[in-house]
C-alpha cells in the first residue's frame, strides 16, 4: 500500500464519493498505473469529471500528473529500489535510464502552445528579461537559457546572482520587463520573495518549476512545469536538472521554428498572427 502526501486540509475537502476513489487508489495502486481516465472511471464507477476534480483537489493538474506521483510514492515506499525475482540488486542503469526518459516524455506532455506563444512574444519584444541566478546547480540552467537566447540574437538579457540587487532591480525597472524564475522544488524561499516583489510591481514571471503545486509557479504569467524524482544524499540535493535543460531547449528549437515560419508567411505577404 502507498502512501500520499496529503495534508489534513486536502482530506477534509473531498467529498464522500471522493473518498470512495481514494481508498480504490490505496488498495489497487498497481491495477491503475497504466490506465486511462476514462478506464479508471469505469472501475471506480465515477464519470472522469469527477475524477479529474478529485486528482486536482489532490494539488494535480490532472489523472496523468497523479499517476506520475502514484509511481513517484510506490518507489519511495520500496527505498528507491526496483529488484528482479529472487535478486536483491538496486535498480539496473537501464532502469534509471527508463525512468529519466519518462521524466523528459511526460515533462514534454505539458508544454502547452500558449505557454509557447506567450514566451515567443516576450522573445520578439525588447522587453529587459532579467534571469534570477541562486547559486549551485540550477544556476547552470540559467546560465544555459541566457546562451541560448544570445545565440538567437536575443539582446537585454541579463543573469543576476545577487538576490540585493535583483530586488533593487525589481523596484526600478520598467513594467515591460520580466523576471525567469528557475526552482527544482518550486518552494525557495528567496525566489519566491523575489518573485513576489517582481509580481507586485507589475513585472511576469516565467517560471519553470516541478509538477506539483508550488508557490513560483503560483505567480508566475507562464509557467512550464517539469517531471523529476527530488532527491538527497546525506543531505546534499542532486536532484536530477535533465527535464529543465529539456524544456529550455524545446523553448528555443520551437521558437527557432516559429521565426522560420512567421518569417516565410511575412515573404508570402499572407502573414496574419496574434502572436
Not at 165 to 175: D, G, R
Request: proline share 3%; glycine share 6%; aromatic share 10%.
Amino acid at each position: 500500500m502507498i502512501s500520499l502526501p496529503l495534508s489534513d486540509e486536502v482530506i477534509k475537502s473531498l467529498s464522500r464519493h471522493e473518498l470512495n476513489i481514494l481508498k480504490y487508489v490505496y488498495e489497487h495502486t498497481e491495477e491503475i498505473l497504466d490506465v486511462s481516465i476514462q478506464e479508471f472511471s469505469s472501475q471506480v464507477s465515477y464519470s472522469s469529471a469527477t475524477v479529474l476534480r478529485f486528482c486536482r483537489k489532490l494539488g494535480y493538474s490532472g489523472f496523468a500528473e497523479f499517476k506520475y506521483a502514484l509511481r513517484a510514492a510506490k518507489r519511495e515506499s520500496s527505498g528507491g529500489r526496483e529488484h528482479s525475482p529472487g535478486e536483491g540488486r538496486p535498480r539496473s542503469a537501464d532502469m534509471m535510464i527508463d525512468l529519466l526518459s519518462s521524466n523528459i516524455q511526460a515533462t514534454a506532455n505539458l508544454i502547452q502552445e500558449e505557454q509557447l506563444l506567450q514566451t515567443f512574444r516576450l522573445f520578439d519584444s525588447s522587453a529587459p528579461i532579467y534571469i534570477w541566478a541562486p547559486g549551485g546547480i540550477t544556476d547552470t540552467a540559467g546560465e544555459y537559457l541566457e546562451k541560448l537566447l544570445f545565440s538567437v540574437g536575443r539582446q537585454g538579457v541579463y543573469r543576476i546572482e545577487s538576490s540585493r540587487l535583483f530586488s533593487h532591480l525589481m523596484n526600478t525597472v520598467p513594467k515591460d520587463s520580466a523576471v525567469v524564475l528557475i526552482s527544482t522544488s518550486g518552494t525557495f524561499d528567496t525566489s519566491i520573495r523575489l518573485g513576489k516583489l517582481a509580481q507586485m510591481n507589475g513585472i511576469p514571471v516565467f517560471s519553470i518549476t516541478p509538477y506539483t503545486s508550488n508557490e513560483i509557479a503560483d505567480l508566475s504569467a507562464v509557467s512550464f512545469r517539469f517531471f523529476t524524482d527530488q532527491r538527497e544524499n546525506l543531505g546534499a540535493e542532486y536532484t536530477s536538472r535533465l527535464p529543465i535543460f529539456f524544456i529550455i531547449h524545446t523553448i528555443i528549437q520551437c521558437y527557432l521554428k516559429y521565426k522560420e515560419q512567421t518569417g516565410l508567411s511575412r515573404e508570402g505577404g499572407s502573414h496574419d498572427s496574434s502572436v
